[in-house]
């Protein structure tokens, strides 16, 4: 909040949504679609989700009406800022052969310049740990580099509904956002007063603000905010304890939970794909009929394939359990070895969007036991 | 670039709709490269002049019904360098497959007027039940693009980029709200491979399992939960799997509460293609 609070009335939403295609972005925000809450390119304030809720719970999403009109009023949904920041799939380069040899051509770099609008706290998180990965590492991604430099953001501070499957509170991510956006928005539903208290996070956000009518943040706009998001992580619907939990992941590898989830897991690979941080991609070449045309096409794998560790004619983890303790000792063990942070932001997608409603709350819990029978160092 | 022969290629109906030779025929822009690149030797649903063989390529659409089918396919065998088992028929036994789980001889009883003049196997079974098979392509139909991309393989002497994954990632890929968690819809695709771009999803409908089992299908798994969660009665499982690759060995397993693990041990899409190196290790 170093920048200070305004207020802007909620018919207000529409001049920002303007005031940010003007200034040439592309803003993506929450929409219904499809019996869900996605994110999408937004025409105007009228596609926002609009007295609109979701229930969620392991396996389970329903779209609600509400008896307000708030318009942030539901939790994450089963589309995430990856989605924009690494797209896939995304054609690296394409060749073609000529007469006189191989010609290489480069797509443009029509990268477009995104404002991402309702970006919750978690999803903030997520992409900063998506940076630590694909900016600070040995490698820099440019795609991801291009995208994210010019990304606006407008953070939605979670009010206004009941987090079924989230635990940002455990995974110290959420639900209140304290920095990474230009503004942050925190709805108020007042009875006759539907407004917002904006944070100004940035230099961009304040000089965006000069565009849109609002007035300062008074001491009860403020008390209020700040009680909404209170009142969200009260709701928390999961925790996950974190306090030692990847000394207690790597002490059970043989721990018999993992075969009993692999009896469950689908190996479907809906986990990985809904998973805000989940960044592995797989590249391959397309070639055409005439061996002529060929292109490098960068996507979003996933590690419950037997593709994704098919090395030297063989596939290296042949089961459920060996997937599934992989991708779960990632996130939460070796991703913290790896890139000093956990690989799990609390955000619930996996849990909701599993369709056997594996949550992986619930097996960490399990699986870090030390009292888990058969438990043992390996 | 020097210019090798074109390869021969042959395409053959066995007992089928014609859907597979179709999504050939449906290559529409790309039919002319098809014809540059190969010798179109043998293919009675786009031309009635033929080759003979020997042929490089032979693509083989329908299942094997009959004893004349079955020498056939070892006909076909014998002149062909490479087999392909091209859809839902060729590589699982097709929807006429739902008479494995019968009694033909009352089937014939009860259809025909006179059904002494019916000759018919027990089974509809896929041509891998009787001669090797380099490849097999899943899909009722296979989709144009797979079609394509096994005809390039072909011509670069590499192994089709055919995913054996489920539709689930297909789903997340294109942004699809998954029908089964958001709708409640019984829908096939954690379970079935991918390879029709999420059709149904796309259109609300929950997934029909038309490109058969994905490489590991965990059906006991997912039919708990369309039982316990969604509500779905025991009795209308069956019909779930019951379509186009129900003699599928993951799929046929439901009915005899088989868990599909066991019995997709051996994708056949991992038969080798390119090498016939390869195949020969493999059979000795």
């Known amino acids: ?378 | 670039m020097p210019r090798r022969a074109r390869p021969k290629l042959a395409v053959w109906k066995f007992a089928s709709c014609d859907g597979c030779q179709l999504t050939l025929l449906d290559c529409e822009d790309e039919l002319l490269a098809i014809a540059d690149r190969f010798h179109i030797a043998y293919f009675l649903e786009a031309s009635s002049a033929t080759v003979r063989g020997p042929y490089d390529l032979s693509l083989v659409e329908g299942s094997i019904t009959t004893p004349e089918e079955v020498e056939r396919i070892h006909a076909i065998r014998r002149h062909s360098r490479v087999l392909v088992a091209m859809g839902a028929c060729a590589t699982a036994g097709g929807i006429q497959a739902l008479r494995n789980f019968a009694d033909v001889a009352e089937f014939k009883r009860i259809v025909y007027a006179s059904p002494e003049y019916i000759r018919t196997l027990e089974r509809s079974l896929p041509a891998s039940a009787f001669v090797p098979v380099d490849y097999e392509l899943p899909g009722c139909p296979p989709s144009k693009e797979a079609v394509l991309e096994l005809l390039t393989a072909f011509l670069q002497g590499r192994k089709p980029r055919i995913p054996q994954h489920s539709v689930c990632i297909d789903c997340k890929r294109h942004g699809i709200t998954c029908v089964m968690v958001a709708e409640g819809t019984p829908c096939l695709g954690p379970v079935t491979r991918t390879g029709c771009g999420a059709l149904c999803p796309r259109y609300r409908r929950g997934c029909y399992g038309c490109f058969g089992p994905m490489e590991t299908p965990n059906t006991t798994s997912l039919n708990t939960w369309f039982t316990q969660q969604l509500g779905i009665q025991e009795t209308r499982l069956l019909p779930l799997y019951r379509s186009f690759n129900a003699a599928a060995p993951a799929f046929a397993a439901v009915a005899l509460g088989i868990s599909a693990a066991h019995v997709n041990e051996r994708s056949g899409n991992e038969l080798p293609f390119a090498s016939k190196v390869e195949r020969a290790r493999d059979d000795g």
């Open chain 1, 1 to 378: 909040m170093a920048r200070g609070s305004v207020v802007i009335e909620s018919a207000h939403l529409r001049t920002l949504i303007l005031t940010l295609q003007r200034e040439g972005y592309q803003v993506i925000g929450p929409t219904v679609r499809d019996g869900s809450i996605v994110y999408a390119e937004l025409s105007s304030d009228g596609d926002l989700p609009v007295g609109w809720t979701d229930e969620q719970e392991a396996g389970h999403y329903r779209l609600r009406r509400r008896d307000d009109q708030a318009v942030f009023g539901y939790a994450v949904g089963p589309h995430s800022w990856k989605r924009f920041l690494l797209p896939s799939p995304f054609v690296l380069w394409r060749a073609r052969r000529t007469a006189d040899g191989v010609l290489e051509e480069t797509p443009p770099a029509d990268a477009p310049r995104y404002a991402f609008l309702g970006v919750r706290s978690c999803d903030l998180h997520a992409i900063r740990v998506l940076d630590r990965i694909v900016l600070a590492g040995t490698a820099v991604d440019p795609i991801y580099a291009h995208r994210r430099e010019q990304a606006f953001i407008v953070t939605v501070q979670c009010a206004n509904f009941a987090p079924r499957t989230c635990f940002c509170v455990s995974m110290g991510t959420g639900p209140r956002a304290t920095a990474g956006y230009d503004l942050a928005l925190t709805e108020l539903l007042e009875p006759g007063a539907h407004r917002f208290v904006v944070e100004i996070g940035s230099e961009r956000g304040a000089n965006l603000l000069a565009h849109v009518p609002h007035r300062p943040a008074r001491a009860a706009d403020l008390r209020a905010a700040e009680q909404a998001i209170a009142r969200t992580a009260t709701q928390m619907g999961r925790r996950l304890d974190t306090n030692g939990l990847k000394a207690a992941l790597y002490a059970n590898l043989e721990h018999p939970r993992w075969n009993d989830v692999a009896e469950r897991c689908l190996t479907c690979g809906n986990c990985t794909m809904v998973c805000p941080t989940c960044f592995c991609f797989s590249v391959e070449d397309r070639t055409d009929l005439s061996g002529n045309v060929t292109e490098r096409v960068r996507q979003f794998d996933v590690c419950f394939t037997t593709a994704f560790t098919y090395t030297a004619g063989t596939s290296h983890r042949h089961s459920a359990r060996a997937r599934y303790r992989q991708w779960v000792l990632h996130k939460l063990a070796t991703w913290v070895d790896q890139f000093g942070t956990f690989g799990c932001v609390g955000c619930g997608r996996c849990i909701t969007w599993c369709p056997v409603g594996i949550d992986i709350t619930e097996e960490a819990a399990v699986l870090s036991s030390r009292r888990g029978a058969g438990a043992e160092d390996t």
